[in-house]
């Protein structure tokens, strides 16, 4: 088992910045791909980046490439999202996972989520 926990999200108007952490603990963070998803309200939850268990390679959602950026710290079992030029349709819940995978929005270990209001 994996245990995720979030933080950093809040409110924050267009244009501005937050730095989302998950925090992991139990079995080995670090055999796993860390994936950040969200989830807007009436909506299906959506990618948004990943990285691979090295960090060697980061994947990212068209909507968000060029503005987020996805890091981990496997010393300190510590992912991170930092999202910038942040928009109005950024609002969501944002989950953190551990996975094998990359993309599957079920697969893996999941957090509870941190809520990222982006007000216009």
């Known amino acids: 088992q994996v245990q995720l926990v979030e933080s950093g999200g809040g409110l924050v108007q267009a244009g501005g910045s937050l730095r989302l952490s998950c925090a992991a603990s139990?079995?080995?963070?670090?055999?796993?791909?860390m994936r950040w998803f969200r989830q807007a309200p009436g909506k299906e939850r959506e990618f948004v980046a990943a990285i691979t268990w090295r960090g060697a390679d980061a994947y990212y959602a068209d909507s968000v490439k060029g503005r987020f950026t996805i890091s981990r710290d496997n010393a300190k079992n510590t992912g991170y999202l930092q999202m910038n030029s942040l928009k109005p349709e950024d609002t969501a819940v944002y989950y953190c996972s551990a996975a094998a995978v990359i993309y599957s929005p079920v697969a893996g270990y999941w957090g509870k989520g941190t809520l990222v209001t982006v007000s216009s």
């Open positions: 139990g079995r080995t963070f670090s055999n796993y791909a």
